[in-house]
């Protein structure tokens, strides 16, 4: 980012010839778009340029603090690059710890009472707290934690704090849930399956079948 910038002031001075490249750039910037060439080192985002600085500011503050202090008691899911081997390292790491066959583990979920990560105190004992996933399609009740009906005019809802957490396939028997498909986008999959990173597990009362014709679905990366 830091290069593109300085050759495109130099091309906007005259210095160097202005390549398709730093054109692309320097109309992206001025339309508030997020540019190309920036756009093919980042993960999958449908945000306009402001709201995509402010998502990468605080990435970068994920990955540093990550880096100096270990790893965070909420890790914020939205600003990893590939959020699925996240998932897969943290099964890989927990049938490593219990002697579980990788091939017959899983993981389910548990949406939590907390809102932001100051109601956290501290890492769960096993799996590990995740932010940022975004409810389309539906709402959420604080008091029973349940899917429900989704309010007027309002799309999308950001989620409590989510409980990933590992377990060996055998000895998952859920009742009153439904899948949720978690996307990086709201464009949700391409037809190659790219976009999906894992189900979630939502308490409902509710069929499965009345949230499917809803379309609901969770999202690490809305447009705003």
Same mark, same amino acid.
Request: charged letters at 20%.
């Given at each position: ?11 906007? +001075?005259? !210095? ?16 508030? &778009? ?11 985002? @449908? ?21 100096? #202090? $270990? !790893? ?15 998932? +897969? +390292? ?8 219990? $002697?579980?066959?990788? =091939? ?12 932001? @990560?100051?109601?956290?105190? !501290?890492?769960?004992? &096993? ?8 409810? &389309? $399609?539906?709402?959420?009740? =604080? ?7 989704? =309010? ?15 377990? !060996? $396939? ?7 849930? #439904? ?7 709201? +464009? ?10 894992? @189900?979630? =597990? ?23």
């Amino acid at each position: 980012m830091g290069n593109s910038l300085f050759q495109l002031r130099r091309a906007l +001075a005259g !210095e160097i010839g202005m390549s398709k490249d730093l054109d692309d750039l320097s109309t992206a910037l001025f339309n508030g &778009e997020l540019p190309a060439m920036w756009r093919r080192m980042t993960s999958q985002t @449908e945000k306009m340029l402001p709201a995509w600085m402010a998502w990468f500011e605080r990435r970068h503050k994920q990955y540093h603090q990550w880096a100096e #202090f $270990g !790893e965070p008691k909420v890790m914020w899911m939205s600003g990893l690059q590939i959020p699925e081997t996240f998932i +897969a +390292a943290l099964v890989q790491s927990t049938c490593r710890a219990k $002697g579980w066959p990788l =091939d017959r583990s899983t993981v389910y979920t548990q949406v939590t009472p907390y809102k932001s @990560e100051a109601d956290v105190t !501290e890492k769960p004992k &096993e799996g590990c707290y995740v932010t940022g996933l975004y409810l &389309e $399609g539906a709402s959420w009740n =604080d008091q029973t934690l349940m899917l429900r009906t989704q =309010d007027p005019k309002i799309l999308v809802v950001e989620l409590p704090i989510l409980h990933i957490i590992p377990i !060996e $396939g055998s000895k998952l028997k859920l009742t009153n849930t #439904f899948r949720t498909p978690v996307y990086v986008t709201q +464009a949700r999959r391409n037809a190659m399956g790219v976009g999906l990173i894992f @189900e979630a =597990d939502i308490a409902t009362t509710i069929h499965p079948s009345h949230w499917v014709l809803q379309g609901v679905a969770l999202c690490l990366n809305i447009d705003q």
